[in-house]
Nanobody
Framework: QVQLVESGGGLVQAGGSLRLSCAGS????????MGWFRQAPGKGREFVAT????????ESADSVKGRLTLSRDNAKNTVYLQMNSLKPEDTAVYYC?????????????????????WGQGTQVTVSS
């Protein structure tokens, strides 16, 4: 089993920045990728970004491209999502997720269905 805990959400003004954290525990070594998703009120869960551990390939949604950076602290078993130039439409609950499956294309990790483990989410609110 893998446990994931997100933190770092909050209220920020448009144009500001936030760094979300996802701390993993348990059998994190059995996972092959970690993804970030978000869900706004009344909408489905939306892909934000993913990183594949085998080669550190990343993929991000067009809506956030150029505004985010993924990083990892191995000692803390934590992945970070740095988001800049935030917009009101970025407002959502942000979830991190871990996938055990191996896929040839990193783009596969953009799908909610490939992730077995999910955190509880952290709220990000961007005011205009």
């Amino acid at each position: 089993q893998v446990q994931l805990v997100e933190s770092g959400g909050g209220l920020v003004q448009a144009g500001g920045s936030l760094r979300l954290s996802c701390a993993g525990s348990g059998r994190t070594g059995s996972t092959n990728a970690m993804g970030w998703f978000r869900q706004a009120p009344g909408k489905g869960r939306e892909f934000v970004a993913t990183i594949r551990w085998s080669d550190f390939s990343t993929e991000s949604a067009d809506s956030v491209k150029g505004r985010l950076t993924l990083s990892r602290d191995n000692a803390k078993n934590t992945v970070y999502l740095q988001m800049n130039s935030l917009k009101p439409e970025d407002t959502a609950v942000y979830y991190c997720a871990a996938a055990a499956g191996k896929y040839a294309s990193v783009g596969v990790y953009a799908s909610v269905g490939v992730y077995e483990y999910w955190g509880q989410g952290t709220q990000v609110t961007v005011s205009s």
